[in-house]
């Protein structure tokens, strides 16, 4: 509980503050501008799902990226309908996100990284023999 306290007090001064800067009629067009977009992304989620969905299933990605895809494009969609500046850019950077984890990005991590010397099964490794000839 004691977290939202600062979200809402940044939420106040980032808007108050671009509020100042483009004027009340550019800060109602803002808050219903996103409104609509984040309205449209819940929309058409059913579209961006399946699209993960067919990655999932052709072996592009995993069921861990498919599921940090689909739940930073729905929290994305829900910060842009929630009116104020701040979270409108929490919400473009969730929807940043999920579009890297849709075009195939991932983000390591220490625990899941594999030696390719461990992994006896692997159809993916390649044994060369480099020859050098020199006259």
Request: aromatic share 12%; proline share 2%.
């Amino acid at each position: 509980m004691l977290i939202i306290i600062p979200y809402f007090l940044l939420e106040l001064y980032f808007s108050l503050a671009v509020g100042s800067k483009i004027g009340f009629l550019g800060s109602v067009i803002w808050i219903v501008i996103t409104f609509i977009i984040g309205m449209g992304l819940l929309k058409n989620a059913h579209l961006s799902i399946l699209n993960s969905f067919n990655s999932l299933s052709s072996g592009k990605l995993n069921i861990d990226t498919f599921h940090n895809s689909a739940t930073s494009y729905f929290l994305g969609a829900i910060l842009l309908i929630i009116p104020g500046v701040f979270s409108d850019f929490l919400g473009l950077i969730a929807l940043l996100y999920s579009l890297f984890l849709q075009l195939g990005g991932t983000i390591p991590s220490k625990n899941s990284k594999i030696k390719k010397s461990d992994n006896k099964n692997s159809d993916d490794i390649i044994d060369v023999e480099i020859i050098d000839y020199k006259k």
